[in-house]
């Protein structure tokens, strides 16, 4: 049993991590086009080219970290040194330099988003990587997977409800001052809630079937011959796409679409407490519902909530409380959806052991950072596309191709996105139920027989 000091520093290490990645999230691109002047379609390709190396880059450290053996464990070191890596890049992300511009700002801006991505995955492959080794069993991972979930919730809440707010205030005008002014205090936040991880966040679970030290083909091998994890792949994918789709392009959305910029905020305020109260109920709906009617319901409140948001839109598109009541019915079931993307990844891993008898948990874990970074790039390449095709210009009254455009992005193909991951779910995802119960019985009994004393045969 965990005591409520590593879960309240766990927590926090997780309310430290996501208030640096969701300033990125949410406001980078924003930052690019309306700020900086950067060509949107530019910003959008970059996205999307730095997730490419990401394909090699999250696996290899997922490697890296399993293949790590120290006093402070194996997570624990790189969560430190990633934090203070990306917290400097998190700074120059959004930081201009004086006198740059055209080319030279272009090439800047590329180098320093590459390497905030590649110092994001040193601490947060990590990060999640520890959660089997803070529980074994199903019931207690799911109680532990909600603590970080729902402290990253509060990051996102408090991101999405105040930090136009904040960067004005700092500002005071100048909006490229506020921006970098708000990254050096984000950073400093970032440092000190990951020191709490290191010092009080201890592996508690040891594994009785110890990994043997992998390369990097042996972590491909592992993530694409684990068929479970593949299909898990296509789910967490869809639904990191849908939501970073519609966070990203909501901004856009409420100032040109709504004629509203303020009711970003509201939305994006009742989205967060919607989702963390998703997360808080995520226990209960698992143990009253199950796992598989709980997916189909965290699937189908997206659906809703997004139909309501286009319906109020064409009656009365600036009500603050439609707009409430569709960011509500939205994020519940996003909040269920991290719940259980989480514990499912942990099933995963003890699938790895059933399947290759070893446990690698960094490498599997990799591919939630890798997927949460490439719905980013995916879906700012999306609104960085779709805003050149249909002739965005910043800071002006839009045309209504682009107020339709805006649509697209963020009610219909967030909808469409939702179908799709229920549906590669429920084909392909099996580990609930007897199957599951019975590929941890069959681990129980490989160890018992691993640990028996040489001299007494079976």
């Not at 060509?39 to 970290?65: E, H, K, Q, S, Y």
């Not at 803070?134 to 729902?150: G, N």
Request: proline share 3%; hydrophobic share 50%; net charge positive.
């Amino acid at each position: 049993m965990l005591s409520n000091k590593i879960k309240l520093s766990y927590g926090i290490g997780a309310l430290g991590k996501d208030l640096a990645c969701s300033i990125v999230y949410i406001f980078l691109m924003y930052y690019y086009t309306d700020v900086v002047g950067i060509a949107p379609a530019f910003a959008g390709t970059l996205f999307l080219v730095a997730r490419m190396w990401d394909a090699f880059n999250d696996p290899a450290m997922g490697m890296i970290v399993d293949n790590t053996r120290t006093r402070f464990g194996k997570f624990r070191p790189w969560i430190l040194v990633g934090t203070v890596l990306n917290s400097i890049a998190l700074i120059a992300l959004f930081t201009k330099p004086s006198g740059l511009s055209g080319n030279s700002l272009y090439v800047y801006t590329s180098i320093v988003y590459i390497l905030w991505g590649m110092t994001y995955t040193v601490m947060d492959i990590p990060y999640w990587s520890m959660i089997p080794s803070l529980a074994k069993t199903k019931k207690d991972r799911e109680q532990i997977a909600v603590i970080p979930r729902v402290f990253a919730s509060c990051a996102w809440l408090i991101m999405g409800s105040f930090g136009l707010s904040i960067i004005g205030f700092l500002g005071k005008g100048d909006s490229i001052k506020g921006f970098s002014i708000f990254a050096i205090g984000i950073a400093a936040l970032f440092i000190m809630s990951e020191l709490l991880v290191f010092f009080n966040v201890k592996e508690q679970v040891q594994s009785e079937n110890k990994s043997e030290k992998i390369n990097l083909k042996s972590a491909f091998r592992m993530i694409l011959k684990n068929d479970q994890l593949v299909a898990l792949i296509g789910t967490i994918l869809l639904f990191n796409l849908m939501v970073q789709l519609s966070g990203g392009v909501a901004i856009y959305y409420f100032k040109y679409v709504v004629g509203r910029e303020n009711l970003f905020s509201v939305f994006t305020g009742v989205s967060g407490l919607a989702e963390m109260g998703g997360l808080l109920m995520f226990p209960l709906m698992a143990s009253k519902f199950g796992r598989e009617r709980l997916y189909f319901l965290a699937c189908a409140l997206p659906i809703i909530g997004f139909s309501c948001l286009f319906m109020s839109g064409a009656v009365m598109p600036q009500s603050i409380i439609a707009v409430a009541f569709s960011g509500i019915i939205a994020r519940i079931g996003t909040g269920f959806t991290l719940g259980l993307s989480t514990v499912m990844l942990a099933d995963v891993v003890d699938y790895g052991e059933y399947k290759f008898g070893t446990r690698n948990e960094s490498v599997v874990f990799s591919v939630q950072t890798l997927l949460v970074k490439s719905a980013s790039a995916v879906s700012g390449w999306l609104i960085g596309t779709g805003l050149s095709l249909v002739g965005y210009v910043a800071n002006v009254e839009q045309t209504s191709a682009t107020i339709t455009g805006l649509k697209v992005l963020m009610i219909f193909i967030p909808i469409g996105l939702s179908v799709v991951g229920y549906i590669v779910y429920k084909k392909f995802y099996n580990l609930h139920g007897e199957y599951y119960d019975g590929i941890m019985e069959k681990i129980k009994f490989r160890n018992s027989l691993d640990n028996l004393p040489d001299h007494i045969e079976v």
